[in-house]
């Protein structure tokens, strides 16, 4: 009797966990369109190459608020991630924020799509419309065969190179920026053998990654800082940063292909001089990925793997290798984005 009891115990264990599994918004069950109260859709298909279909651009009275849009995807080819990236008034890129626990993320922010929407999907989007009355917000939309970039929508798209929706929301004449993005007071910490220091930087989004944060983000990493034997205080690109202190491709199992590359060069730019993306447009790439023997108050410009072009002042060297070694720096960067619409401002 008591081993019935116990097996009719485990078997209503199993159930309840079914049931909590099919309740799970794992699988996108909160975005899944299309929504009939709704008249915005987006569609990107194999065909569909040129099509206002791909596009919405509607002028709103609806600040700080959303737009549901039904977003369509079909593809010959298995989709596995689904990319948004937002530009408000005309500035640089990022990832879209859903709510949390609305839908099956990624590590990288983008949709993990279940098998039921692998070859064709429709989800229904709310989209944030602009924060002021005269501001912009545009959104890129696109699928990948595998792990994808935001900045970069060509990259493992599923149906070709210029298959992504854009859908922008303007609130009274809109806005642009000047191009041009300004991160201040960045760290980044010498690298330890354990991989937990905060040593790489994604120019991207000016965030700042653990050396041990694997696969997912080292897509992301631009350049990442060390403190040579002779180099002393250098930066590297994550493609030609020194084996010796961490091979990247070992740890994160990306390879040398995946991984950015970022070339850098002294400057004689005055850094608070910067203020428009045309006051960067006179660098050229140089030929070296890493530079040494920085010091505070140097200036470095550098050309990016998406041909963004900036320049970096370093403020503060700390140390040299080990727990106590840092170095913290400005940026200014220019705003582009790979494959993205002639149409949009960047």
Do not use: H
């Not at 960045?186 to 991989?195: C, E, F, S």
């Not at 590297?236 to 040398?256: C, E, K, R």
């Not at 995946?258 to 006179?282: H, K, Q, W």
């Amino acid at each position: 009797m008591k081993r019935i009891l116990k097996l009719k115990s485990i078997a209503t264990v199993f159930i309840f966990t079914l049931f909590l599994m099919s309740c799970s918004s794992d699988d996108n069950d909160a975005i899944q369109g299309p929504d009939p109260d709704t008249n915005l859709e987006l569609i990107v298909n194999t065909t569909n190459a040129g099509s206002d279909e791909r596009n919405i651009n509607r002028t709103t009275a609806s600040l700080s608020s959303n737009v549901t849009v039904n977003v369509t995807f079909t593809s010959d080819e298995p989709m596995r991630r689904l990319y948004i990236a937002k530009s408000e008034n005309g500035g640089a890129y990022e990832p879209f924020q859903f709510e949390e626990g609305t839908v099956d993320e990624k590590a990288d922010g983008s949709i993990d799509l279940v098998s039921d929407n692998r070859t064709s999907f429709t989800f229904n989007i709310p989209f944030d419309t602009p924060s002021n009355a005269n501001g912009t917000v545009t959104y890129l939309v696109w699928a990948t065969t595998g792990r994808g970039d935001f900045r970069d929508v060509t990259k493992r798209n599923s149906i070709d190179d210029t298959a992504f929706g854009v859908i922008t929301f303007t609130a009274g004449n809109g806005a642009t920026s000047e191009g041009i993005q300004s991160f201040s007071q960045t760290m980044l910490a010498a690298p330890l053998g354990d991989g937990t220091s905060n040593s790489f930087i994604s120019l991207f989004n000016n965030t700042v990654y653990r050396i041990d944060q694997g696969e997912e983000f080292a897509a992301f990493w631009d350049f990442g800082y060390y403190y040579g034997l002779n180099g002393n205080a250098s930066f590297a690109s994550a493609q030609n940063y020194p084996d010796n202190i961490i091979d990247i491709p070992a740890l994160t199992n990306v390879p040398d292909s995946e991984l950015n590359t970022f070339y850098f060069a002294t400057s004689t730019i005055d850094f608070n001089s910067v203020t428009t993306r045309a006051d960067l447009d006179g660098i050229t790439q140089s030929s070296s990925q890493r530079i040494n023997n920085m010091a505070e108050g140097d200036v470095i410009e550098f050309v990016d793997s998406y041909g963004n072009k900036g320049v970096i002042r370093v403020t503060d060297i700390v140390g040299t290798d080990g727990v106590d070694g840092e170095i913290t720096f400005d940026v200014k960067v220019q705003t582009n984005f790979v494959g993205s619409s002639p149409n949009i401002q960047m």
